[in-house]
């Protein structure tokens, strides 16, 4: 990291507000206080309403971030380019995360501009998840965890029964 001029990170927010994600203005208030948050003035800020996706994007003196939100999933993907190594963009993240209310968060963070690492290729992926989310996890899990052990206990008894047939003799 510290040959690294810069820090990109990659952010996926699931099942967000859908008030929020519908609403550009409150998209653009969610930015402007993430950077605000973090000390970073914004020198430029945009914003395109396409059919299905909200655009923004917000300049500030060591970093810029893009926002790509959708509506209709309750997902907004985040890309904020850090080049001010000082910057934090894990408080721009947590800002992003509160004010869009989102219940899951995956993040990868990539280090650019590291000329003597290889690493700096190979992106780091956190993921956090609610409770809710766990819960969910959890449940599916021993739904296929169930179908698997019905499955091998059909086979066990297959074999078994197998065994206990008895041989034919000549």
Do not use: W
Request: glycine content about 4%.
């Amino acid at each position: 990291m510290s040959n690294a001029i810069g820090t990109h990170l990659l952010i996926d927010l699931y099942t967000c507000l859908e008030d929020v994600v519908n609403s550009p203005l409150i998209i653009q208030e969610s930015v402007t206080n993430a950077l605000e948050a973090a000390q970073q003035p914004i020198d430029e800020i945009s914003c395109q309403v396409l059919d299905d996706e909200v655009v923004l994007f917000a300049v500030s003196p060591h970093c810029h971030i893009a926002v790509h939100a959708y509506p209709d999933m309750g997902y907004v993907a985040v890309d904020i380019y850090t080049f001010d190594l000082p910057l934090q963009a894990t408080l721009i993240m947590r800002v992003l995360k509160q004010s869009f209310g989102a219940e899951r968060v995956k993040a990868t963070s990539i280090n650019r501009g590291d000329f003597g690492s290889i690493r700096d290729m190979k992106p780091r992926k956190k993921t956090s998840l609610s409770a809710m989310a766990r819960v969910t996890r959890t449940r599916m899990s021993l739904k296929q965890t169930g179908s698997k052990l019905k499955n091998t206990g059909k086979k066990v008894f297959n074999v078994i029964a197998k065994k206990r047939d008895p041989q034919p003799r000549d």
